[in-house]
């Protein structure tokens, strides 16, 4: 079963436009894009990238930030533009 994770992320608009995005507790995450949902569609690679480098360090990525269905809940939020 693959392993569920509830990141914070912050977006940062860029002055030269786009976004940057960050997570607090990941601080190894960072990926950018065009626009909000271009952003938010790189974060699954950029977080592919943070785990690979856990691993490769021997790390574990905090465990708060674990989300195990088998527990109950998932709790997710969502960005959702709106015209």
Same mark, same amino acid.
């Given at each position: 079963?693959?392993?569920?994770?509830?990141? +914070?992320?912050?977006?940062?608009?860029?002055?030269e436009?786009?976004?940057?995005v960050?997570?607090?507790?990941? +601080?190894?995450?960072?990926? =950018?894009?065009?626009?909000?949902? =271009?952003?938010?569609?790189?974060?699954?690679?950029?977080?592919?990238?943070?785990?690979?480098?856990?691993?490769?360090?021997?790390?574990?990525i +905090?465990?708060?930030?674990?989300q195990? +269905?088998? =527990?109950?809940?998932i709790?997710? =939020?969502?960005?959702?533009?709106?015209?």
């Open positions: 079963m693959a392993r569920t994770y509830k990141i +914070p992320l912050v977006l940062h608009l860029q002055p436009g786009g976004f940057t960050t997570s607090p507790d990941l +601080p190894e995450l960072i990926t =950018e894009g065009d626009t909000v949902e =271009e952003a938010l569609d790189n974060v699954r690679d950029a977080f592919d990238v943070v785990l690979e480098i856990y691993e490769d360090q021997g790390r574990e +905090p465990a708060h930030l674990l195990d +269905p088998r =527990e109950g809940a709790f997710t =939020e969502q960005l959702i533009a709106a015209s």
